[in-house]
């Protein structure tokens, strides 16, 4: 069974930093592109972030760009990402998903998902 199960959520002050951990199991990593979402309160999922399996090349949504790292390592079957710089507005509950589309933002896109860690920034 395919699973991925996200870490390191919790509560930080706006301007810090927190980094989220996402561990896969039951799919070839290496071939899947792996994804970030978000979801607040009375919103649509977000797309936060993405990095394909072939050219290893991040991209990334508009409201995160500059101030979040998604990277991989397709060995440990794990992908994170770095949050720095950190506003009340990133406060959602944030998702890891993944897909073999190659640079895939849509909800629909995805696969499989996890089950979200909670990331809250305080003013």
């Known amino acids: 069974q395919v699973q991925l199960v996200e870490s390191g959520g919790g509560l930080v002050q706006a301007g810090g930093s927190l980094r989220l951990s996402c561990a896969a199991s039951?799919?070839?990593?290496?071939?899947?592109?792996l994804g970030w979402f978000r979801q607040a309160p009375g919103k649509e999922r977000e797309f936060v972030a993405g990095v394909s399996w072939r050219g290893r090349i991040p991209y990334y949504g508009d409201s995160v760009r500059d101030r979040f790292t998604i990277s991989r390592d397709n060995a440990a079957n794990t992908v994170t990402l770095q949050m720095n710089t950190l506003k009340p507005e990133d406060t959602a509950v944030y998702y890891c998903?993944?897909?073999?589309?190659?640079?895939?933002?849509?909800?629909?896109?995805?696969?499989?998902w996890g089950q979200g860690t909670q990331v809250t920034v305080s003013s």
């Open positions: 039951g799919l070839t990593f290496e071939t899947y592109t």
């Open positions: 998903a993944a897909t073999l589309d190659i640079r895939a933002i849509k909800v629909y896109d995805y696969n499989y």
